[in-house]
Nanobody, 114 residues
Framework: QVQLVESGGGLVQPGGSLRLSCVAS????????MDWYRQAPGKERELVAAISSGGNTNYADSVKGRFTISRDNAKNTVYLQMNSLKAEDTAVYYC????????WGQGTQVTVSS
């Protein structure tokens, strides 16, 4: 079965950095596009970044130039490097894959606050 396990969240000051990781299992990781979503309190879940099986990337306008998505197919892992963090980046971040259905990890909390 598909499993996605995120890690790397935490509390960081504005302007700081975090790197999120998501380890995937239960499917052939290298042939699937992978996504990072986030959901802030009282808001809908939104797509933050996506990386195709071939390594092409896309970002939400709100994070362009600050976040970088990458993948390591040998480790079945997708990363989200987040720099210049802002208070409005505070959310639960989810790793996701669409394989006949949309699958989600358990999420990791990112809090940006001084």
């Amino acid at each position: 079965q598909v499993q996605l396990v995120e890690s790397g969240g935490g509390l960081v000051q504005p302007g700081g950095s975090l790197r999120l990781s998501c380890v995937a299992s239960g499917f052939i990781f290298s042939i699937y596009d992978m996504d990072w979503y986030r959901q802030a309190p009282g808001k809908e879940r939104e797509l933050v970044a996506a990386i195709s099986s071939g390594g092409n990337t896309n970002y939400a306008d709100s994070v362009k130039g600050r976040f970088t998505i990458s993948r390591d197919n040998a480790k079945n892992t997708v990363y989200l490097q987040m720099n210049s963090l802002k208070a409005e980046d505070t959310a639960v971040y989810y790793c996701s894959v669409f394989r006949y259905a949309r699958y989600w990890g358990q999420g990791t909390q990112v809090t940006v606050s001084s």
